[in-house]
């Protein structure tokens, strides 16, 4: 049974700095892997999809990487904002449909 | 609209009621999706709707919870004879093919509270 961990749980960090968020995952046959950013009271936003195929995808400050063989994908912020503040969520695809998630990262950024 | 709706936002309902929730997905889209989020877990899949296919149902919890989607459009979610445990944030989905190389839309959620 694929299981997706979040490490850590919980981060605060002052504004400015780059971090690191860690996904992994038990089962390396997955189609592909997303980063879901999710605040508080509201539904979750795509940020990253990376195939199977590929090792990593970037969109502005945000950097995605997937090494597939080992089951970990990290989720790299550059220049964090307080606006960057909200619960990190990945989710991997075993099929072709069916999102597995993890139970997020909650990200507090300080001004 | 252009997001995927849910309706109500809000929910307080008495232990052993029945509930409706409802889900309006992005037009177009054939794929659907309902998941469960609980307070300080993961999203938990329920069940997963593609065109006029039979639905994968295999996440729902109990034969209290039903789907159905009408027309290939609009999902509603019913919970029968609601139990605490039931308390959650019912989040519906939406994507274009189902193909899951595609991106997913959610909607803001139903939260439920069963008192």
């Known amino acids: 049974k694929q299981e997706v961990t979040q490490i850590p749980a919980a981060l605060s960090v002052p504004e400015g700095e780059n971090l690191v968020l860690n996904c992994s995952f038990t089962d390396s046959a997955i189609y592909n892997l997303q980063w879901f950013r999710q605040d508080p009271g509201k539904g979750l936003t795509s940020l990253l999809l990376i195939q199977s195929s590929q090792r990593e995808q970037t969109s502005g400050r945000l950097n995605a990487s997937l090494d597939k063989s080992s089951g970990r994908s990290t989720l790299y912020i550059a220049a964090s904002q307080p606006g960057d503040s909200a619960t990190y969520l990945c989710a991997v695809t075993p099929g072709t449909y069916k999102y597995i998630f993890g139970t997020g990262t909650r990200l507090k950024v300080l001004a | 609209g252009a997001g995927v709706s849910q309706s109500p936002s809000n929910k307080v309902t008495e232990k052993g009621k029945d509930v409706e929730l409802r889900c309006d997905p992005i037009?177009?889209?054939?794929?659907l999706y309902w998941y469960r989020q609980s307070l300080g877990q993961g999203l938990e899949f329920l069940i997963y709707?593609?065109?006029?296919?039979?639905?994968?149902k295999s996440g729902l919890p109990s034969d209290r919870f039903s789907a159905e989607r009408t027309g290939g459009s609009v999902s509603t979610l019913t919970i029968q004879r609601t139990q605490q445990e039931d308390s959650a944030v019912y989040l519906c989905a939406s994507s274009p093919t189902g193909f899951s190389g595609n991106t997913i839309y959610f909607g803001e959620g139903s939260w439920l509270t069963v008192v």
């Open positions: 709707f593609q065109g006029n296919s039979a639905p994968d």
């Open positions: 037009s177009g889209h054939t794929a």
